[in-house]
């Protein structure tokens, strides 16, 4: 039933875990706030939606050019809540994106979706990297197959050759040196953080490290209409002027790019100027 239910809500992929086996990735402050979303946590279901449409110019990332991937994800994932609750009343079903302390890509690993790469991203042929990651958090002990969890990718290099900023290392990725979360950063920047967003052809995201891996050399396209139609694929200067926040939110406010409202963008965009 899980299978049909993930199939009809658009998943490339989906699997299950234990929330036992994702203690070791949580900090007590993300327990705690799981288990004010679900008392008595058991079941982690998690799934991967595609989301590449194809390869297009443009100044922002191409996880950032369809709607609001929250919105979506949440949107489908309900699906199979409805259905779950129909099967297993007065049980809690609770639907998260990026959105929730559980930590999705340890969640997707440990249910064997896909690899593990080395940029810390989700592989999952034939889509790639270009993936989003949902979950359902439930108090069911829901009888779903363990699989191993996913091996690392061959190690080949080369995202971590391709990023710009060396923010991929032996580690894994260091976030403050990553490009994509210093283009959505609000606030004053360092000289050095100005000098690599001036050079940086994206004003938001980066997509640097996806483009170089090879299982990304010829991705397919995503079957979902909401990442592959009505999709905004630059700014312009031109596009923000004379908007307020409540305006730029009213024009935009069911794009991922959004959710830090205009004032980075505005400097972003400024930067390529200078």
């Known amino acids: 039933m ?22 070791p990735f949580l900090s007590t402050g993300a327990r705690e706030k ?19 449409a194809g390869e297009r110019p443009g100044n922002l990332s191409l996880y950032a050019r369809g709607e609001d991937y929250h919105r979506v994800l949440t949107r489908r994932l309900n699906t199979v809540c409805d259905a779950l609750r129909r099967k297993y009343p007065g049980e809690s079903f609770v ?20 690899l593990r790469g080395k940029n810390g991203l989700l592989i999952l042929p034939p889509y790639g990297t ?13 009888d779903v197959p363990e699989r191993p969890a996913a091996p ?9 050759a391709a990023c710009p900023a060396g923010a991929l290392g032996e580690g894994g990725p260091d976030v403050s040196r990553c490009l994509s979360e210093l283009t959505q950063k609000k606030g004053a920047l360092t000289e050095e953080e100005t000098a690599r967003l001036r050079v940086h052809p994206l004003i938001w995201g980066c997509d640097f490290c996806q ?8 991705p397919a ?10 999709l905004v694929d630059a700014l312009e200067n031109s596009d923000l002027e004379g908007l307020t926040n ?13 959710w830090r409202g205009p004032g980075p963008l505005r400097r972003n965009l400024g930067l390529k100027e200078e």
């Open 211 to 218: 483009r170089a891996c090879p299982y990304n050399a010829a």
């Open 246 to 258: 409540r305006t730029f939110r009213d024009k935009y406010g069911g794009r991922a790019f959004a």
């Open 95 to 114: 639907p998260a994106a990026d959105n929730s302390p559980l930590p999705e890509r340890e969640a997707a690993w440990l249910a064997g979706i896909g």
């Open 221 to 230: 396209h995503s079957p979902l209409p909401e990442f592959s139609t009505s």
């Open 34 to 52: 799981v288990e004010t979303l679900c008392p008595a946590p058991e079941t982690v279901l998690v799934a991967a939606f595609p989301y590449y």
């Open 130 to 142: 270009y993936v989003f990651l949902g979950t359902i958090l439930t108090g069911a002990a829901l």
């Open 2 to 23: 899980l299978d049909k239910w993930f199939a009809a809500a658009g998943a490339a992929a989906w699997g299950g875990v234990a929330f036992r086996r994702l203690l």
């Open 152 to 160: 690392d990718c061959p190690g080949c290099g080369a995202c971590r």
